[in-house]
């Protein structure tokens, strides 16, 4: 099975910027990389999505390098109501069925 | 427009039954995915229905089952329900497989 990795949990301080990693080695060619935020109890809830280079929304920017073996998500200055899970989500070319596989998600916890 | 719709929210069961699950998507997607949510192996993707056709499924024992309706509902089924299924089920729905992905609520089911 293909391996998506993120850091585990990360703290940060009310207004700093959060860059949030995602390691996808096995991408599909034709798979963009999304990412989601996650609050108990609810859905994953879409924050942005891209396939190679930079995008940027109004509230997060995604950042992929040429090979897209990996991705960044960056939260600019975060608030408390940024503390969340966040899942990256690409899909898998080995498996042959075009799996889509969450990351293991990252625990953004906001200090103030 | 309203978001996708899961029914019901919670569910309880026995080991041994079956059980099936409910999921509206958002109104002109024709794409949805079911995924299952524990603690310990945290989002896994189930499978993908586009236009009433299983389009792909993730690695999951035949037990669990899904169909597409012509109006792009959907339901999965569990059968021969095990401890280890209890968990989060959740649906989402988009327009096309790369598009953003719509997650509803989810359902809960504990398996006794």
């Known amino acids: 099975l293909a391996k998506t990795t993120q850091p585990i949990s990360m703290d940060s301080y009310e207004g700093q910027e959060v860059n949030i990693t995602c390691s996808h080695n096995?991408?599909?060619?034709?798979?963009?990389i999304t990412w989601y935020q996650q609050f108990p109890s609810q859905g994953p809830r879409f924050i942005i999505q891209g396939y190679k280079t930079k995008v940027t929304n109004e509230v997060a920017s995604l950042f992929i390098p040429a090979d897209r073996k990996s991705s960044t998500l960056s939260l600019p200055r975060v608030s408390l109501s940024d503390t969340a899970v966040y899942y990256c989500?690409?899909?898998?070319?080995?498996?042959?069925?075009?799996?889509?596989?969450f990351g293991t998600g990252t625990r953004l916890t906001v200090i103030p | 427009k309203a978001g996708v719709t899961q029914t019901p929210r919670y569910l309880i069961k026995t080991r041994g039954q079956q059980v099936t699950l409910s999921c509206s998507p958002i109104?002109?997607?024709?794409?949805v995915s079911w995924y299952q949510q524990t603690p310990g192996q945290g989002l896994q993707f189930l499978f993908e229905?586009?236009?009433?056709?299983?389009?792909n499924k993730g690695n999951f024992p035949g037990r669990f089952s899904g169909r597409q309706f012509s109006n792009s509902r959907s339901e999965m089924n569990v059968s021969t329900l095990e401890l280890g299924d209890s968990a989060l089920y959740l649906c989402?729905?988009?327009?096309?497989?790369?598009?953003?992905?719509?997650f509803g609520p989810g359902t809960r089911l504990t398996v006794l």
């Open positions: 989500l690409v899909g898998d070319n080995r498996a042959g069925a075009n799996n889509l596989f």
């Open positions: 229905y586009f236009s009433e056709t299983q389009r």
């Open positions: 989402a729905s988009s327009f096309a497989r790369n598009n953003e992905q719509f």
């Open positions: 109104s002109g997607h024709r794409s």
């Open positions: 096995n991408i599909a060619t034709n798979d963009y």
